[in-house]
């Protein structure tokens, strides 16, 4: 079967015949009889390949860019997640007000966490993130995700600083209001 897959694209259809030599043998394995031919027909909905990585487009950069987020900041983000076809799966926007996390805590999927890196205040950018920097083969929620690539156009909202032994989080002198609304 690996043989008869190499190659293959997005949408292809294709019969995949494997002799028994390439099969289960003389021997067979529970319903399937020895010696037999077996025959596929498949239909390639997807793939991904697990080298693949996140893709960043920046869509808006201000023109003061000197600080740039890093592991351990504390960012405020909007973000629309979707589904590569589409398909809105969460926003930040309609919820009207921003996700906040530690950079680099594991708050996020790992894809989302280095696609929020080296991002200026007031940047959007879309990032695409592969299914094994998101949420795997093991999905999460009502719609079971796995396998899914996520697409996420996001703006960064500000700096914050969590307060030493305290919940409360206040902003840093360098935080900026967002804008609302979908951007692409």
């Known amino acids: 079967m690996d043989e008869g897959l190499l190659g293959v694209c997005i949408g292809e259809r294709r019969r ?10 003389e021997e067979g394995r529970g319903n399937i009889p020895g010696s037999a031919v077996l ?13 693949d990585s996140i893709s960043i487009t920046s869509h808006y950069k201000p023109p003061d ?34 996700y906040n996390i ?11 966490d280095l696609g929020l890196r080296e991002m200026c205040v007031g940047e959007r950018r879309t990032v695409i993130v ?8 093991a999905g999460v929620g009502k719609r079971r995700l796995q396998g899914c690539w996520a697409h996420s156009p996001s703006e ?3 700096f914050g600083c969590p ?21 692409f």
């Not at 498949?42 to 991904?48: E, G, L, M, S």
């Open 39 to 51: 025959v596929f027909d498949i239909h390639v909905i997807d793939f991904h390949n697990p080298s």
């Open 156 to 158: 960064f909202c500000g």
């Open 102 to 112: 530690v950079l680099g805590s594991g708050q996020v999927v790992l894809g989302m």
């Open 16 to 25: 995949i015949v494997v002799p028994p030599h390439l099969g289960y043998g």
């Open 163 to 183: 307060r030493e032994n305290h919940n409360m989080l206040l902003p840093l002198k360098t935080e900026r209001v967002c804008a609302s609304g979908f951007f």
């Open 65 to 98: 860019c000197s600080v740039l987020s890093k592991k351990g900041d504390y960012l405020k983000y909007h973000y629309n997640a979707s589904l590569l076809d589409g398909t809105l799966l969460d926003s930040t926007w309609s919820l009207g007000r921003t």
């Open 130 to 137: 592969p299914p094994h920097l998101g949420y795997g083969e």
